[in-house]
Nanobody
Framework: QVQLVESGGGLVQAGGSLRLSCAASGRTFRDYAMGWFRQAPGKEREFVAS????????YYGDSVKGRFTISRDSAKNTFYLQMNSLKPEDTAVYYC???????????????WGQGTQVTVSS
């Protein structure tokens, strides 16, 4: 069982940066790959980034590649999404999630956080 809590969202101007955090609890956190997804109003939830259980392998959605960086600190049971060069189209609720396999598919993720709002003004 894994419980996830996101933080770090907020309002930022275009071109700015934010770092999202996802604190995980549960004994088996280290066994899980972790992912970030986002959902804008009226749109489907989309994949943003994922990181393997080891932290070695990362994968990004095309819209954020080169601007966002996912990382994890297993000692702190926390993983992060550093978001740079933010654009208004990055505005969404961001969710962290845990999966036993590193994947881009939403339905492969077993555990989800409650979401944190990111708003990028133009």
């Amino acid at each position: 069982q894994v419980q996830l809590v996101e933080s770090g969202g907020g309002l930022v101007q275009a071109g700015g940066s934010l770092r999202l955090s996802c604190a995980a609890s549960g004994r088996t956190f280290r066994d899980y790959a972790m992912g970030w997804f986002r959902q804008a109003p009226g749109k489907e939830r989309e994949f943003v980034a994922s990181i393997s259980w080891s932290g070695v392998f990362t994968y990004y959605g095309d819209s954020v590649k080169g601007r966002f960086t996912i990382s994890r600190d297993s000692a702190k049971n926390t993983f992060y999404l550093q978001m740079n060069s933010l654009k208004p189209e990055d505005t969404a609720v961001y969710y962290c999630a845990a999966s036993l396999a590193q994947t881009t598919r939403l339905y492969d993720y077993n555990y989800w956080g409650q979401g944190t709002q990111v708003t990028v003004s133009s």
